[in-house]
């Protein structure tokens, strides 16, 4: 099981952008595929990015709301994991939460997911 402990959450104007980071400890990252969620204020945590682990050859997903906008990337070699997020909204605002698992299909859901990091907060003003 890896820590997770995220970075670079801020105020913004809309349009602006963030860059937010993941740093994991622990073994074995690079098996590991990786996501970003995000929570909203008396929302639901929501799917927002996925890359696969090595066996994937990184190849990402994403939330159809963020698609164009935002991109995920990592680098195994720092135990890094990135999101670059561009054209930013006011919906965009939430709390933002990395996380962590073996399986892509089960970072994207969310729902087995054992490894997940405080947060950070992104503020987007209109």
């Known amino acids: 099981q890896v820590q997770l402990l995220e970075s670079g959450g801020g105020l913004v104007q809309a349009g602006g952008s963030l860059r937010l980071s993941c740093a994991a400890s622990?073994?074995?990252?690079?098996?590991?595929?990786m996501a970003w969620f995000r929570q909203a204020p008396g929302q639901e945590r929501d799917f927002v990015a996925a890359i696969h682990n090595w066996s994937g050859g990184g190849s990402s997903y994403y939330a159809d709301s963020v698609k164009g906008r935002f991109a995920i990337s990592r680098d195994n070699a720092k135990n890094m994991v990135y999101l670059q997020m561009n054209s930013l909204k006011p919906e965009d605002t939430a709390v933002y939460y990395c996380?962590?698992?073996?399986?892509?299909?089960?970072?994207?859901?969310?729902?087995?997911?054992?490894?997940w990091g405080q947060g950070t907060q992104v503020t987007v003003s209109s």
């Open positions: 996380a962590a698992h073996l399986s892509m299909s089960e970072v994207v859901s969310g729902k087995n997911v054992n490894s």
């Open positions: 622990g073994r074995d990252f690079s098996f590991y595929a």
